[in-house]
């Protein structure tokens, strides 16, 4: 079963605009990850923030997590249309190894 | 350094046969994990190799099976498919040293028929 819930499941924005998409957890977590996929390709790595971090950033990437309320926020700024893709938290939990255990995904589209 | 890399990427089977994919890690990663996608069931962690030992398993049956060899490359076997073994599958690879981040490759899209 998976651990992460992500909202919305769907968002469409227009370029420039910014998209923010959301994760919630029910466990004890080491690190949580995002991970962006076009077209049911592979996974791209985009931010790994562990769970004494409060805020990373990575270019035009924010990520937020609050351990007290079990969730974590990917922000884009400034989308553009190559930003079109799936994205994914994925939840590395105490105690689990190195297992992944995965959100359900935001479809992201940037529309020109 | 050259990404992951999984062959064959696509493959097309019919029930009751068995099927082996097959994953190369980055150069000196020692972990590779993998996982499966379905639309219905989104991605689930299969297992994870690390020097040539299971490290960790998913919650699939016995058979699904995989293997790490010397140099790091694993391979994934499943036999008597099923349709809904239909997906993509992903290897990730890792240094397997800690709990960092994992580099996924393109993926073998899997039909059974």
């Known amino acids: 079963s998976q651990q992460g819930e992500e909202d919305p499941q769907a968002l469409s924005i227009q370029e420039g605009e910014n998209a923010t998409m959301n994760c919630s957890y029910k466990t004890s977590i080491n690190n949580l990850q995002w991970y962006r996929q076009n077209s049911g390709r592979g996974l791209v790595h985009l931010i790994l923030?562990?769970?004494?971090?409060r805020e990373k950033h990575s270019g035009r990437l924010r990520v937020t997590l609050d351990t007290s309320k079990k969730s974590s926020s990917l922000l884009i700024t400034a989308s553009r249309a190559a930003d079109t893709a799936s994205y994914f938290c994925?939840?590395?939990?105490?105690?689990?190894?190195?297992?992944?255990?995965f959100g359900t995904g935001t479809q992201l589209k940037v529309e020109l | 350094k050259a990404g992951v890399t999984q062959t064959p990427r696509y493959l097309i089977k019919t029930r009751g046969q068995q099927v082996t994919l097959s994953c190369s890690p980055i150069?000196?990663?020692?972990?590779v994990s993998w996982y499966q996608q379905t639309p219905g069931q989104g991605l689930q962690f299969l297992f994870e190799y690390f020097s040539e030992t299971q490290r960790n398993k998913g919650n699939f049956p016995g058979r699904f099976s995989g293997r790490q060899f010397s140099n790091s490359r694993s391979e994934m076997n499943v036999s008597t498919l099923e349709l809904g073994d239909s997906a993509l599958y992903l290897c990730?690879?890792?240094?397997?040293?800690?709990?960092?981040?994992?580099?996924f490759g393109p993926g073998t899209r899997l039909t059974v028929l």
């Open positions: 150069s000196g990663h020692r972990s």
């Open positions: 994925a939840l590395i939990l105490t105690g689990g190894g190195n297992k992944l255990t």
């Open positions: 990730a690879s890792s240094s397997g040293q800690g709990l960092d981040e994992q580099f």
């Open positions: 923030i562990r769970s004494n971090e």
